[in-house]
Structure formats: structure tokens, C-alpha cells
């Protein structure tokens, strides 16, 4: 799963999300027909912005890794020495913002930029020496959104589409996009059923469709269990009106395109991504009632990391196989959209 991946799945669960909220439709006492009332879109944006940060108008993030080895597993039958990570942190801004909504659809747009500081200690088995390397690396993904509210059955139903590029320092690499639909099952106050599925459309899809799940559960004592398949799973426990403590899992990558690897063929354009589960803790805290404190830590699971030539992901040049390891994160964001309690 690709890094413009991720963000069509955060993006279509923001709008399912926002689709649950709209479920409470009223009828027009003129034409008879179902409206979207103004008053549940504010709270349906609301509702987004509170489950994701990246659906806030601005979200800043930092996040440092412990030094952890790697190998490499080569496509074909040739030796690669593996290494050392020994430094990675990542600088992460993004952005959210509905320009245009109306009673039935909304057009919006989402960037998100990340840049890579990683050092690296690659190994020479017949010296028994090795060269240590420091790199750079900025990756963005931009996105311009639609979102259609209907009815499908009797049930309230969303369809969507995104035009998405990324790029990297060197400029635009790459316009994709994907189409999806979900359907709300069931919503009421104590809990929130979703199901749906996503079209992937363009080059270096790993994955062409993808089904989409959504599940929120409210316990006693303000517990919340909240499943967004196949982006996270978190027991979330929240303290008065100010933060709110979460335990479990969710989906991140390190995606971000290279050149000058060889010296054959310098011209060449590589990419890199891996997923990671990052599992543990993650403690938010509301300041002066519109900004957000974040701090994550716990354990950072990578797997499925690929090196391959751009839009070439189904044959790598070589796999990336690492372990487990200590992660810490730290973000603040600007949400407006919090209500504060009288």
C-alpha cells in the first residue's frame, strides 16, 4: 500500500465518517424531499476533524525512531549487505479544507508533506568495515475531493471520487486517483456501522480494490472502541472534556522517491515505501480550546518494505526486511471547529 494509498483511506473514512453524521436527515416541507440540514454538516466536519488530524485545517507532527538493522532480500540471486538505520526522524504537515459544500455534495482538498532526515551504516562483510550515509529525502501528496450524499436502499449512502499527485524535491511525480463507495448500516448514539468498498485508478496500484469497515462502539465510563479498517484500532478513554487517552493500532508509511543510486544510470527515478504499524499509547491534550497536543509512543512494527523503480512496484529491485522498534511522536493542530462545553 502506497503512501497516496493511505491518504485515500484516511480521506474516504473522513467522509464516511462525515456520512454517519448526515445519516439524521429531515424532510422539506415544500418539496418532500430529504435534506442535509446546515447544522448537521457543521457537526458532520466536526465529527471528521475529532476522529482524524489530518482532516484539521493544519496538523504538525515530529517523530524520532530508536537505531534499529535491516536486510535486504534481492529479487534476483545476487548478495546485498544489510545495515544499520542509526538516525530516522520525519517532520509531517498537513492540511484539510472543505471549499465548497452544498445540501447534497462537498468538493475540498487535502495536502500533506512530509520530509525524511534518515543516516544510515551499510556494512562491508570482506573488510568488515562500514560507511555511514546521511540523507534527505521531502515527499508530498495533494488531493482535490468530492463527496455525494444519497439514499441506497433506504440507508444513507456516500459515493466519492479524488484526483491525487505526489512528488518530491525534484517536483510532481504522478497523477492517480480512486473512486469508492460506503453505506451507513446503522448509527444511533450508542454506536456506528459502515461498510463499503474503494476503486484504486492509475499507475503502481498494489492494490486495485480496497473494502472499507468502520465500526465505533460507546461503553460506560467513557470508553470508546473505535475500528477503521484497515486503517487503526483504538480503546479510547476519555478524560472530562479536555484529552482523551487511546491503546492499539495504527497504519503509517516511510514513502519517498531517490535518484542518483547508480552510477550506470543516474537518471533513473527509485521509490521506497514500507508499512508500519505503529502500536502503543497516545495521549491527547485540548489547549485554549482550539488547538490539540499529541504525544505517541510505542512500537513501531514495519513490514512489506520495497525498493523498485518508479511506478515498477510489482518488481522490486529488493525487499527491506527490519524489526520492531521504540518510536516517539509529538504534534499539535489547529481544529476550529470544537465545541466548548457550557
Given at each position: ?28 416541507s415544500i418539496t418532500g424531499k430529504e435534506k442535509f440540514p446546515d447544522s ?185 472502541l473505535d475500528i477503521l479498517l484497515p486503517k487503526q484500532l483504538l480503546l479510547r478513554k476519555y478524560f472530562s472534556n ?101
Amino acid at each position: 500500500m502506497c503512501r497516496c494509498q493511505k491518504i485515500q483511506l484516511a480521506t474516504v473514512f473522513m467522509s464516511v465518517i462525515t456520512t454517519v453524521a448526515y445519516s439524521q436527515t429531515r424532510q422539506d416541507s415544500i418539496t418532500g424531499k430529504e435534506k442535509f440540514p446546515d447544522s448537521i454538516r457543521q457537526k458532520a466536519v466536526a465529527f471528521a476533524a475529532n476522529k482524524f488530524a489530518i482532516a484539521r485545517p493544519l496538523n504538525i507532527e515530529f517523530t524520532t525512531v530508536r537505531p534499529y538493522t535491516y536486510t535486504l532480500n534481492p529479487q534476483e540471486k545476487s548478495f546485498l549487505p544489510g545495515g544499520k538505520v542509526t538516525s530516522f526522524s520525519q517532520l509531517k504537515v498537513s492540511s484539510n479544507i472543505n471549499f465548497l459544500r452544498r445540501q447534497r455534495w462537498m468538493l475540498g482538498a487535502t495536502v500533506d508533506y512530509r520530509f525524511y532526515s534518515i543516516g544510515t551504516e551499510i556494512t562491508d562483510p570482506s573488510a568488515n568495515t562500514g560507511k555511514s550515509y546521511y540523507n534527505n529525502y521531502h515527499y508530498y501528496t495533494t488531493a482535490i475531493n468530492f463527496t455525494y450524499f444519497a439514499k441506497l436502499f433506504g440507508k444513507t449512502a456516500i459515493y466519492g471520487a479524488s484526483l491525487m499527485g505526489d512528488g518530491s524535491g525534484d517536483g510532481f511525480e504522478r497523477v492517480k486517483g480512486f473512486m469508492y463507495g460506503t453505506v451507513v448500516l446503522k448509527a444511533d448514539a450508542r454506536t456506528r456501522l459502515t461498510a463499503g468498498a474503494m476503486l484504486n485508478v492509475g499507475p503502481n496500484n498494489q492494490l486495485p480494490a480496497l473494502p472499507v469497515f468502520t465500526y465505533e462502539r460507546k461503553f460506560r465510563n467513557d470508553f470508546v472502541l473505535d475500528i477503521l479498517l484497515p486503517k487503526q484500532l483504538l480503546l479510547r478513554k476519555y478524560f472530562s472534556n479536555k484529552s482523551r487517552l487511546s491503546v492499539g493500532g495504527e497504519m503509517d508509511q516511510t514513502h519517498f522517491f531517490l535518484k542518483n543510486v547508480t552510477l550506470l544510470n543516474p537518471a533513473v527515478k527509485y521509490e521506497f515505501q514500507q508499512v508500519n504499524v505503529n502500536a502503543g499509547l497516545t495521549y491527547e491534550r485540548l489547549l485554549a480550546n482550539k488547538f490539540v497536543l499529541t504525544f505517541r509512543t510505542g512500537a513501531r512494527v514495519p513490514f512489506n518494505g520495497r525498493f523498485y523503480e518508479k511506478n515498477d512496484v510489482k518488481n522490486p529491485v529488493f525487499k527491506v526486511s527490519s524489526g520492531t522498534n521504540l518510536y516517539f511522536n509529538v504534534g499539535v493542530s489547529f481544529n476550529p471547529f470544537i465545541k466548548k462545553k457550557k
